[in-house]
């Protein structure tokens, strides 16, 4: 496994999560890295990639890796002046700064785009006829626009309406596109402070969902899901 992000703190923080996992599976010859990236600098994505296998394959190695699975998991910071709590007080769309919304295109639907061209990902997936990639996002951005979230949902629904694209590009070559919708608040320390854990989407039955997407079936693959909570069955993020 390979985590990729900006900051190599919190990479590290979620090497050690992910090894602990493995540890308490028994899975005591699993490989955890990180490297840094940025996928919105194009010289970054390349040697990031390039690093990725010189981690698991050095030169004198002549094991066969080769990537599998990319989840992509990208977006930038929420604008300066977005509030999560309280919200009346949110950024009307005429007040959307412009330099701001260019960067969450380029961080999203760019950023997938100088991830999906390097050798070790689409082109060596369509080589192999196998391989998954898994675009994860708020269903109240992908899908919906909120009104409180005109800031930061344009980018999402670009990068959905991206990956089906793929899906039907891709999966004739035997690489399986999918995007999961997320329509729970996910549970961590600052979300208990919103709302009754009871009512929180579980980090770990979200990743279980992921790992049955990647192991779906040719002849059965979801070009999307959606992962909502029960309590949010009658809410407008069902509305597909």
């Known amino acids: 496994i390979c985590l990729m992000g900006r900051r190599p703190n919190v990479l590290e923080q979620v090497r050690t999560a992910v090894t602990a996992v493995h540890l308490s599976q028994n899975h005591k010859d699993a490989k955890v890295v990180c490297v840094t990236c940025d996928v919105t600098d194009d010289r970054s994505v390349k040697e990031a990639f390039e690093q990725v296998i010189s981690l698991f394959c050095g030169p004198d190695d002549n094991s066969y890796y080769y990537i599998d699975l990319v989840i992509f998991n990208v977006a930038p910071p929420y604008p300066s002046n977005f509030k999560f709590e309280g919200w009346g007080d949110f950024i009307q769309p005429h007040q959307i700064d412009l330099t701001d919304m260019n960067l969450q295109m380029d961080t999203q639907v760019n950023g997938l785009i100088r991830v999906c061209r390097q050798p070790q990902v689409v082109p060596g997936m369509i080589e192999r006829t196998r391989g998954c990639i898994l675009l994860s996002g708020e269903s109240c951005c992908n899908l919906n626009g909120g009104f409180e979230f005109g800031s930061v949902a344009p980018a999402r ?78 809410k407008v993020d069902m509305r597909m």
């Open 157 to 234: 629904a670009a990068l959905r309406s991206l990956g089906q694209s793929m899906f039907q590009s891709y999966g004739p070559m035997g690489i399986h596109v999918c995007n999961m919708n997320i329509g729970g608040i996910i549970d961590s320390p600052r979300t208990r402070t919103w709302m009754p854990a009871g009512e929180l989407t579980k980090p770990d039955e979200i990743a279980e969902q992921f790992l049955n997407a990647y192991q779906q079936k040719p002849s059965v693959w979801s070009y999307e899901i959606q992962l909502s909570p029960g309590l949010s069955a009658r």
